[in-house]
């Protein structure tokens, strides 16, 4: 079993709601926090991160992804595919063939502070269309379009020509990955726009046949969720928040104060904290080690949890399987973990501590 480190669910004394100046950054401008300074949950999963972003993932490799990138669309609770607008605009163009127009927003960056732009969407393309086999994904993600989509000239807009009709054009690029970054790892490119030249001419010369350069891509983009040799993520983030440090059996993520989507988190840190037996996730949450569990429901873990069962909540999953997410539900909001498997740590960027008003009772 992964040894419970001494680490307390802490929150810090004064809520940060006011309007905040980010970095400076060219390009960059203020927009509101709702950050909570020096706040921190604590998180017990059952599986370990991987950094896998093929068939062998894990639910903890899926929470990372979800909470450190972003794109057109997110997945509510009930599966529902809804755009984000507040990363870009999806406009088809025709119906016949069927293509569209894919349009990142202006003054959006990724939290090196390189902006985010067509080449991310070219990049993912090449990745997930099943175009070109040396990306490991699980399947074909996106819909079939074996085209080479078409970079605008000021690299905000995609356009994809689909290889037949699809209501599912709307799913597309959910989470791309930094371009500059995984073809710099690969090619030793260091400025961004360089990077992206060689992203475009890559996949260019792939599909004409000459695949070597995209291959060396692809395998920086297969990797890239990979700790190096320090235990850091160094891939930057466009989502809610960035990868701080990966130690074996934890994760912590902390606030991307770069970000300027819809997803603002609370908490400016969130640790997940692995373990290998539901009865010791059940001991850490009651002991406060953690703030939050998701398990399997057995005796020993609600005999361990009679003491604090009226402080938490339970459901139960869509597969029939009888599992307890539990929670202290008087000092911790937002916690919505109805979108299982993957549940508790699904929607991470809205959780936030629950703070009294001074003389307010703790109940």
């Not at 073809?183 to 000459?210: C, K, M, Q, S, W």
């Not at 406060?288 to 938490?312: H, M, N």
């Not at 000092?331 to 003389?359: F, I």
Request: aromatic letters at 8%.
């Amino acid at each position: 079993m992964h040894p419970v480190r001494s680490r307390r669910w802490r929150v810090g004394a004064v809520i940060a709601v006011a309007m905040a100046t980010l970095a400076t950054l060219a390009g960059c401008t203020a927009v509101p926090t709702r950050v909570v300074a020096d706040s921190s949950v604590t998180i017990a999963v059952m599986q370990e991160y991987t950094g896998s972003v093929g068939p062998d993932s894990t639910l903890v490799d899926s929470a990372v992804v979800a909470a450190t990138l972003s794109g057109f669309s997110v997945i509510e609770a009930s599966g529902r595919v809804r755009p984000d607008e507040t990363f870009g605009t999806m406009t088809k163009l025709s119906d016949d063939p069927l293509i569209v127009q894919y349009t990142t927003l202006d003054g959006l960056h990724w939290s090196d502070g390189a902006p985010i732009d067509a080449v991310d969407l070219l990049l993912d393309w090449a990745a997930r269309s099943g175009v070109f086999p040396a990306f490991d994904v699980e399947g074909e993600v996106l819909p079939k379009a074996s085209a080479m989509p078409e970079v605008s000239a000021d690299r905000k807009s995609l356009t994809v020509t689909f290889d037949e009709p699809t209501a599912r054009w709307e799913e597309a690029f959910r989470s791309p990955m930094p371009a500059h970054h995984v073809a710099g790892e690969a090619l030793g490119v260091e400025d961004p726009d360089a990077a992206g030249d060689a992203v475009i001419a890559a996949v260019r010369d792939a599909l004409a046949g000459d695949s070597a350069t995209l291959d060396a891509i692809a395998e920086a983009w297969n990797t890239a969720w990979m700790p190096d040799s320090d235990g850091q993520v160094i891939l930057p983030s466009s989502g809610p928040y960035s990868v701080e440090s990966i130690v074996p059996g934890e994760v912590t993520l902390v606030a991307n104060s770069l970000y300027a989507g819809g997803r603002r988190p609370y908490f400016e840190r969130v640790v997940l904290l692995s373990f290998d037996n539901a009865f010791a996730a059940a001991q850490a949450l009651q002991a406060r080690i953690v703030a939050a569990i998701q398990v399997d429901a057995s005796p020993p873990v609600w005999d361990s949890l009679a003491a604090i069962r009226a402080e938490f909540e339970q459901i139960t999953s869509r597969s029939g399987l009888s599992q307890l997410v539990a929670w202290y539900a008087r000092e911790l909001d937002g916690v919505d973990p109805s979108r299982l498997p993957a549940g508790l740590a699904w929607n991470l960027w809205e959780w936030s501590p629950k703070v009294r008003l001074p003389g307010q009772s703790a109940g």
